[in-house]
C-alpha cells in the first residue's frame, strides 16, 4: 500500500492508472478505523480496480468546542489495517495541503442540513460537503462509498453531487454493529464502561418504534415522545428521535413508505447517532 500525502501525487497516480484504464473508488474517512470503515473498503473493492482511503480529520466540520482536538487519532493501526484489507493506496493530506490559509469557499446544502444534526452542530454539514467536495475533485474516483450510520450526512452528499454535477457514483453500506447492536463509531471508545452497557439501547429504541409504526399502534408524535422519554430514563441526554422520510429527511406522514427513524442522544458528554431505514406497506 502506498501512504501519499500530496494532492499532486495522488493526481498523478491516478492519472497513470486512468491510462491503464482502471477504475478507481475511493472510501474518505477520519480514521480510527473499525470493522464498518472497512465493510466500506470491501464494497468499492468489489465495484474498482483500485482503491483509494483517505485519514483527514477535518476540521471546518467540527462546531466550536467540540472534540476536533481530543478526536482519535491511530493512523499506526489504521494503517496495518488498511494493509491487511489490501487497499492500493493510503490518502493523509494535512491540514495545509487541503485548506489555503485564505480559503474562503464553503459548500451549502440546504434543507437537508440545517436540521437534526445541524440544529446542535452549528456549520457541521457545510463542513462535511465542502471536504468531500474538494476530495472528490482531488481523487476524481469512478465510486465512493459511505455508511448508512451517518444518514443524514449520506443524503447531503448525495444532493450535491446530484446538484453539482459530480461525475461520480455514491454507493452506501448498513450500519455495522456489534453483537449488542451498538453502531460502531470511533466515539465510542470515550464510553467508559457503564455507559457502553447502556448504549445499545438506543438501537433498541429506533427497533421498538419501528414495530410500533409497523404495527399501527400510535401516531407519529406519540412514538417520538415515548422513545425521547424511554431514552431518557435509560441515563441517555435525548437530542432528537424522528420519523422521517428516507429520501428528504422531510417529517413524515402517515401515507409515507419509506422512512428512516433518526436519533442522537448524549451519554454523559459521548454524543451519539443512530438510524434504521425501513418501508412501510400500506
Ligand atoms: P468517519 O471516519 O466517522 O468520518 O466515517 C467515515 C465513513 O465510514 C462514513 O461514510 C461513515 O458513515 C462510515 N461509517 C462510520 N461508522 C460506520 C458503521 N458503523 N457502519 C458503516 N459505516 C460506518
Avoid at 493510503?90 to 459548500?107: A, C, K, M, Q
Wanted: glycine content about 4%; some cysteine.
Amino acid at each position: 500500500m502506498q501512504v501519499i500525502q500530496s494532492i499532486e501525487q495522488i493526481r498523478q497516480l491516478v492519472r497513470q492508472w486512468r491510462q491503464l484504464e482502471k477504475t478507481i473508488g475511493f472510501v474518505p474517512t477520519m480514521g480510527n478505523l473499525h470493522q464498518g470503515h472497512l465493510s466500506l473498503v470491501e464494497e468499492a473493492q468489489k465495484c474498482a480496480d483500485k482503491v483509494i482511503v483517505s485519514i483527514f480529520v477535518n476540521p471546518t466540520q467540527f462546531a466550536p468546542g467540540e472534540d476536533f482536538t481530543s478526536y482519535p487519532r491511530t493512523l499506526q493501526e489504521d494503517q496495518e489495517k488498511l494493509e491487511n484489507a489490501q487497499v492500493d493506496v493510503l490518502f493523509v493530506p494535512d491540514r495545509e495541503e487541503i485548506y489555503f490559509p485564505d480559503e474562503s469557499t464553503r459548500i451549502n446544502v440546504s434543507g437537508l442540513s440545517e436540521q437534526y444534526c445541524g440544529a446542535s452542530r452549528t456549520g457541521h454539514f457545510s463542513g462535511v460537503a465542502t471536504v468531500v467536495c474538494k476530495l472528490l475533485n482531488i481523487v476524481q474516483p469512478d465510486s465512493a462509498v459511505f455508511g448508512q450510520k451517518d444518514f443524514q450526512q449520506l443524503r447531503v452528499i448525495q444532493r450535491m453531487v446530484r446538484d453539482l454535477n459530480i461525475p461520480v457514483k455514491i454507493k452506501s453500506m448498513p450500519t455495522f454493529r456489534g453483537l449488542d447492536g451498538l453502531a460502531m463509531s470511533s466515539r465510542n471508545s470515550y464510553l467508559t464502561p457503564e455507559q457502553k452497557a447502556t448504549a445499545p439501547e438506543l438501537y433498541q429504541a429506533l427497533l421498538d418504534a419501528k414495530e410500533a409504526i409497523l404495527a399501527c399502534r400510535q401516531g407519529y408524535p406519540e412514538i417520538e415522545h415515548q422513545q425521547i422519554s424511554r431514552l431518557r430514563c435509560s441515563g441517555f441526554d435525548p437530542e432528537y428521535f424522528v420519523i422521517c422520510r428516507s429520501l428528504d429527511l422531510h417529517s413524515a406522514k402517515s401515507d409515507d413508505t419509506d422512512l428512516v427513524i433518526l436519533t442522537a442522544a448524549k451519554l454523559g458528554k459521548t454524543r451519539l447517532i443512530d438510524n434504521i431505514e425501513f418501508i412501510k406497506k400500506i
